[in-house]
């Protein structure tokens, strides 16, 4: 039977898990000097859990956060807010 997490916060740390997964496959593919190509795959797959995650958490914060501070009329900071995560990335 396969693990269907409901809650956003459930979505969240599922993918975390498959994240952390990943990457301790990571760490003993290189630990036990595996061919780098596969290490790259692997090293891929982390971070295609961790964007996932991301984007999860900024749906949440959209729907939540965002629409709060929508309804309270501090939209302005509330795009300000958003924007900066995009220009770090």
């Known amino acids: 039977m396969t693990y269907t997490p409901k809650s956003s916060k459930e979505r969240i740390e ?24 596969n290490i790259i795959h692997q090293s891929q797959a982390v971070q295609k859990a961790l964007k996932e995650v991301d984007h999860l958490i900024l749906e949440e914060h959209l729907r939540c956060c965002v629409a709060d501070s929508i309804k309270s009329g501090s939209h302005d900071k509330a795009i300000l807010e958003v924007m900066e995560v995009f220009k770090k990335s």
């Open 14 to 37: 599922h993918r975390l898990k498959i994240a952390q997964g990943h990457l301790r496959k990571v760490l003993e593919m290189v630990e036990t000097d595996e061919y780098c190509i």
